[in-house]
């Protein structure tokens, strides 16, 4: 059974930190890029950031840039994203997601989603 199970999430004041951890099972976890997306009510799922299989490219939403780090282990089967300075705009619930591309298909997971709350 897949299982992508986020952790971390919470209530910070502006300036603060938090750090998400994505714990991921029933796939081959090295196979996959991994993404944290972030979405708010009424709005789309926007990806926030984004790690190659083995953690050698990252790309990020301008939005978060010099703010967030995406990083993996592989040996773990978990990807985090670090965030500092956080802004109350960084308020959402933040997904974590895997996806391949493997003989012309696109196999995709998503976990729960956890919420972060960033308020004075």
């Known amino acids: 059974q897949v299982q992508l199970v986020e952790s971390g999430g919470g209530s910070v004041q502006p300036g603060g930190s938090l750090r998400l951890s994505c714990a991921a099972s029933?796939?081959?976890?090295?196979?996959?890029?991994m993404n944290w997306y972030r979405q708010v009510p009424g709005k789309e799922r926007d990806l926030v950031a984004a790690?190659?299989?083995?953690?050698?490219?990252?790309n990020y939403a301008d939005s978060v840039k010099g703010r967030f780090t995406i990083s993996r282990d592989n040996a773990k089967n978990t990807v985090y994203l670090e965030m500092n300075s956080l802004k109350p705009e960084d308020t959402a619930v933040y997904y974590c997601n895997g996806r391949r591309r493997f003989d012309g298909r696109q196999y995709e997971y998503w976990g729960q989603g956890t919420q972060v709350t960033v308020s004075s």
């Open positions: 029933g796939f081959t976890f090295r196979y996959y890029a």
């Open positions: 790690i190659s299989r083995f953690g050698s490219s990252t």
